[in-house]
Antibody, heavy 119, light 106 residues
Framework: EVQLVESGGGLVKPGGSLRLSCAAS????????MNWVRQAPGKGLEWVAS????????YYVESVQGRFTVSRDNAKSALYLQMNSLRVEDTAIYSC????????????WGQGNLVTVSS | DIQMTQSPSSLSASVGDRVTITCRAS??????LHWYQHKSGKAPQLLMF???SLQSGVPSRFSGSGSGTDFTLTITGLQPEDFATYYC?????????FGPGTEVEI
């Protein structure tokens, strides 16, 4: 059974940092592009970042470019999101999601982890 | 960046109705368009991938069509458990943008 479990969220002050983790199991992690998606309170889904299976190709939404860094450890089947210079508008539930093979969409999602940026 | 729009933003329907949601991309995305159902407090669920392919385990009352810039998601025979928000997403080019969502009220 595919499982994605996020951790590392919490309350942080504006300008602070936080590192999210996503533990994957039930599939060959190193073979899949992985993603972070967030949902701010009362808002829709927003794709945040993507990392290729090898970890060499990284993509970000413009609003987090230069502040967030996505990475992965294929030996540990783990995905990470390092978030620096956090802003109030980064407050959201952050979910990791697997991109299916052959461009078949985000087929498995974690339950999400709340990040609150507030003074 | 490719912008995604959806219409309507919300709709009210009855059990058994046929419901159609449209999604438009600001430029051609071939068939790299996916649909998700999201219920509050739960993880989003992939319904359709590559515009018209039904994800495994999803009821056949869901169907999708389209290519290029215009896409539709149809629910034929709406069920009470279909109350949710529906999002389209393009993965043709990064950033992989979502539409703003369509809230379906039963």
């Amino acid at each position: 059974e595919v499982q994605l479990v996020e951790s590392g969220g919490g309350l942080v002050k504006p300008g602070g940092s936080l590192r999210l983790s996503c533990a994957a199991s039930g599939f060959t992690f190193k073979s899949y592009t992985m993603n972070w998606v967030r949902q701010a309170p009362g808002k829709g889904l927003e794709w945040v970042a993507s990392i290729s299976p090898s970890g060499y190709l990284l993509y970000y939404v413009e609003s987090v470019q230069g502040r967030f860094t996505v990475s992965r450890d294929n030996a540990k089947s783990a995905l990470y999101l390092q978030m620096n210079s956090l802003r109030v508008e980064d407050t959201a539930i952050y979910s990791c999601a697997r991109y299916g093979s052959d461009g078949s969409g985000l087929d498995f999602w974690g339950q999400g982890n709340l990040v609150t940026v507030s003074s | 960046d490719i912008q995604m729009t959806q219409s309507p933003s919300s709709l009210s329907a009855s059990v058994g109705d046929r419901v159609t949601i449209t999604c438009r991309a600001s430029q051609g995305i071939s068939d790299y368009l996916h649909w998700y159902q999201h219920k509050s407090g739960k993880a989003p669920q992939l319904l359709m991938f590559r515009a018209s392919s039904l994800q495994s385990g999803v009821p056949s009352r869901f169907s999708g069509s389209g290519s290029g810039t215009d896409f539709t998601l149809t629910i034929t025979g709406l069920q009470p458990e279909d109350f949710a928000t529906y999002y389209c997403q393009q993965t043709f080019s990064a950033p992989w943008t979502f539409g703003p969502g369509t809230e379906v009220e039963i």
